[in-house]
């Protein structure tokens, strides 16, 4: 066989298993349980004293495993990179800010409700922050 007719081959190999993936993935993250469990985060979060997001909103983004919040609460790599983006200015210029503690809040009954196995993950990711009342509503 010949060179090109073997790329020809692979590349058609790759295009066809690009399309039953497309075809086969499973675009909708919403279902009774990741509406369950949007129901449950809702209710923690006015129980706190929070705005919580629309219940929608909640399922398609967090589904029934509470998605990246879960995925990352116990990586330290992209814990380190969150503590870089959450100051102001990013990787280059950083300075220092003071947040509010409803960021912490937040943050907490989201993994409360998904992974209640990370929370300790996610008090280590706060342990030495400093949150004060600075920002009013």
Do not use: H
Not at 14 to 20: C, D, R, S, Y
Not at 65 to 89: F, H, N, P
Not at 111 to 123: G, T
């Amino acid at each position: 066989m010949r060179e090109r007719t073997i790329y020809w081959i692979v590349g058609g190999v790759f295009g066809v298993l690009l399309i039953v993936m497309l075809v086969a993935w499973n675009y909708d993250r919403q279902n009774e349980e990741a509406d369950a469990k949007a129901q449950e985060l809702i209710a923690a979060f006015e129980a706190a004293g929070l705005t919580a997001p629309d219940q929608d909103q909640i399922a398609r983004t967090l589904g029934d495993d509470g998605g990246q919040v879960c995925e990352t609460a116990d990586s330290d790599l992209v814990q380190g990179y969150w503590k870089l983006r959450l100051m102001i200015g990013g990787e280059v210029y950083v300075r220092p800010v003071r947040l509010d503690p409803r960021v912490r809040e937040g943050l907490s009954l989201v993994v409360d409700v998904y992974c209640p196995e990370k929370r300790p993950d996610i008090e280590d990711f706060f342990e030495d922050w400093d949150f004060d009342d600075v920002v009013r509503d």
